[in-house]
């Protein structure tokens, strides 16, 4: 991006020197804009939206690296140069491809590439996703969209939060009574996933709708079970993490779909602690929030099945109000800390 030097003007009033700094775009006054402060590395002015450089900041050439994650100047970085092929920045770690690629003639254009969700993909992997044509919305969410390939309906999501290695690994691997993952495509920020299309209801959807007898509540929480008792049964075991009504569907022929891995890890036995802390409140294990005493595994599941089933029972959760008789002692079991 091409630095500009701020053209400073002076002006006299009241026997008194003060200062103004101005566009020398569009001859904005960039003292009167909001959030202006010449101690700035640079700034976008308000007015005409070209990025303007303090001449304090010192570079090899007439360029300012930004940050595409925080997008503070990397000039300023002690260590820093121009022909170092890529840089981590100080500020949050993120690691910038440093190269003539990346140069742009305006902030707008910087701007509109720094917010391209499909940024650092591959021409190949960038056209076989663009073949899927959004057909609908899901909730009213823009991340988790119904889309369309040679007739055929599939779900994209653009995910933030994820494992990569178990995506591509489920990619390969079909687990009963989960969607089947048909395509991962890695961008610079996001992750994003084609998967089976499930048509049918949530279990959050039906207990609003008709609410759930008891036999068939605990008949779904059984075919639950046996899905995560795959999951758990892996040479390398994944733990769901995140088991609620949200999250299991129903189909038109009455089969149960668990649904959503985005926040499921590999069990790993050396973990004393979750290295990131997620979950669904309410129904998440207490090891989920650093509340326990390890790391996530497969008792986490167990603990958010239990509260499953006592809210298909109930329509509350155990501290609310508990289920009767034989159910309730299993549900007990689930969630209790030993």
């Known amino acids: 991006m091409g630095l500009l030097d701020f053209l400073i003007k002076r002006k006299k009033d009241a026997g008194a020197m003060n200062f103004y700094e101005f566009c020398p775009r569009c001859e904005a006054n960039l003292t009167l804009q909001k959030g202006y402060d010449n101690n700035l590395s640079y700034w976008v002015c308000k007015g005409c939206g070209e990025?303007?450089?303090?001449?304090?900041?010192?570079?090899?050439?007439?360029?300012?690296?930004?940050?595409?994650?925080?997008?503070?100047?990397?000039?300023e970085q002690p260590g820093f140069t121009e022909d170092c092929g890529k840089w981590k920045c100080t500020e949050c770690g993120f690691v910038n491809v440093i190269d003539d690629s990346n140069l742009y003639l305006s902030d707008e254009e910087y701007q509109s590439d720094l917010h391209n969700p499909y940024k650092g993909m591959s021409d190949e992997e960038l056209l076989e996703i663009m073949s899927y044509e959004e057909v609908a919305g899901i909730g009213g969410r823009e991340d988790v969209v119904i889309v369309a390939n040679d007739e055929n309906l599939?779900?994209?999501?653009?995910?933030?939060?994820?494992?990569?290695?178990?995506?591509?690994?489920?990619?390969?691997?079909?687990?009963?009574?989960?969607?089947?993952?048909?395509?991962v495509y890695k961008s610079n920020k996001y992750l994003f996933v084609i998967e089976q299309y499930i048509k049918g209801i949530t279990l959050d959807e039906l207990i609003k709708e008709d609410g759930i007898e008891p036999k068939v509540a605990v008949g779904i929480v059984r075919e639950v079970c046996f899905t995560l008792k795959?999951?758990?049964?892996?040479?390398?075991?994944?733990?769901?993490?995140?088991?609620?009504?949200?999250?299991?569907?129903?189909?038109?022929?009455?089969?149960?779909?668990?649904?959503?891995?985005?926040?499921?890890?590999w069990r790993r036995e050396e973990e004393t602690e979750d290295t990131r802390l997620l979950g669904t409140p309410q129904f998440a294990a207490p090891e989920q929030f650093g509340c326990g005493f390890m790391a996530s595994t497969e008792k986490t599941d167990i603990y958010a099945v239990g509260v499953l089933l006592n809210v298909l029972l109930t329509g509350k959760l155990p501290k609310e109000k508990q289920a009767c008789g034989y159910a309730w002692d299993i549900i007990k079991k689930c969630i209790c800390m030993e």
């Open 51 to 75: 990025m303007l450089i303090n001449p304090r900041v010192e570079t090899d050439t007439d360029i300012a690296w930004i940050c595409d994650e925080c997008e503070s100047m990397l000039n």
């Open 154 to 183: 599939y779900v994209k999501k653009i995910l933030s939060t994820y494992d990569e290695s178990i995506y591509r690994y489920f990619m390969n691997n079909v687990v009963r009574n989960m969607p089947q993952i048909y395509g």
């Open 230 to 265: 795959e999951l758990h049964n892996l040479d390398k075991p994944v733990i769901h993490r995140d088991i609620k009504p949200s999250n299991v569907m129903i189909t038109e022929e009455g089969e149960v779909f668990l649904l959503d891995i985005n926040v499921a890890k």
